[in-house]
């Protein structure tokens, strides 16, 4: 049985460790493929693979084509929209993820973001506090639990909008739940975006959106750059220059943007919120074991192709 972690961008170290020690005490084989440059390299590298752990790699029809022995594909990690679901079904392929094992790291850096952002990218001049805010997280998954989690300890005031979780959820947590996203951004001074990229959510974060929010507003996006509807985002921001964005996921317009928006706008060079060791380690490592679950005893639990 051949396990091939195919990843563009790296685990850790100490995290592959993790997985082959997991891969090779069920008796089965580990294979790496890191930081490849070209797809031909994956299409040769899953040829003869069983089960596959990737992180945003593509895995589309072609890689399903090559993939011959394929029984099981698991996204190391939350958002899997870079698995052609259909097609892996289609391929007799189970695809999974492994949901909240690195949404603490997405979190901290969210925060740590909003913190960059407020502190004017850190140039020496004098910024503003967290304290007191309105923050409107967008999508109260484990993302965004874990943003509200943090955020209380900065004494900010926390709202959210998930149209999937119920109110009693964030009530309990010191959340106040609204019920649109336009009423969020209306109240929210500062909005974390935490919603997956889907057929509906693609381009939503739009110009008639993002003028609701209120004078000096910011909006930090860790989830996905296909979310944001670019062309108005920059539109936006041209009429709006009391508005800053700062992302994790970067833009086709990256360049044009700095330029534009030289000191309210920021990307991180590599989507990095969820590199951390222990991301790496938690995602990487309950990737082989639902793989070594899904051999041994068919467990489907994680399956989002069902
Ligand atoms: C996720 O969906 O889990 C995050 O966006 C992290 O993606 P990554 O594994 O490519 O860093």
Request: aromatic share 6%.
């Amino acid at each position: 049985m051949k396990v091939l972690v195919a990843t563009e961008k790296p685990f850790a170290k100490v995290a592959v460790d993790g997985i082959r020690e997991v891969v090779e005490q069920a008796g089965y084989q580990l294979v790496l493929l890191e930081k490849y440059t070209a797809k031909e390299q994956l299409l040769e590298a899953v040829a003869d693979a069983d089960a596959l752990i990737i992180r945003s790699d593509n895995v589309d029809a072609e890689v399903l084509d090559a993939a011959k022995q394929l029984k099981i594909v698991v996204r190391a990690g939350a958002g899997y929209d870079n698995i052609d679901l259909a097609a892996a079904t289609a391929h007799n392929v189970v695809a999974m993820n492994t949901p909240g094992q690195n949404s603490n790291a997405v979190a901290e850096l969210a925060l740590g973001m909003m913190v960059m952002a407020v502190r004017n990218m850190y140039n020496g001049t004098s910024g503003t506090e967290l304290k007191g805010k309105k923050l409107g997280i967008h999508a109260y998954g484990n993302v965004g639990r874990n943003v509200a989690r943090i955020a209380k300890g900065f004494g900010m005031d926390i709202y959210a909008y998930d149209a999937y979780c119920p109110d009693e959820v964030m009530v309990a947590e010191g959340v106040t739940p609204l019920h649109s996203a336009q009423e969020l951004y209306a109240t929210c001074d500062v909005v974390s975006l935490h919603i997956p990229a889907t057929p509906e959510t693609k381009g939503s974060i739009n110009y008639a959106l993002l003028q609701n929010m209120p004078k000096g507003g910011l909006l930090v996006n860790t989830a996905r750059k296909e979310v944001i509807n670019e062309d108005e985002l920059i539109q936006f921001m041209q009429e709006r220059a009391d508005f800053r964005y700062v992302t994790d996921v970067m833009p086709a317009a990256d360049q044009k943007m700095h330029e534009l928006f030289e000191g309210r706008y920021f990307a991180t060079p590599k989507k990095m919120g969820a590199q951390t060791a222990e991301a790496n380690i938690n995602a990487g490592i309950a990737a082989a074991k639902q793989i070594v679950d899904f051999i041994q005893n068919g467990n489907t639990r994680f399956q989002v192709n069902k």
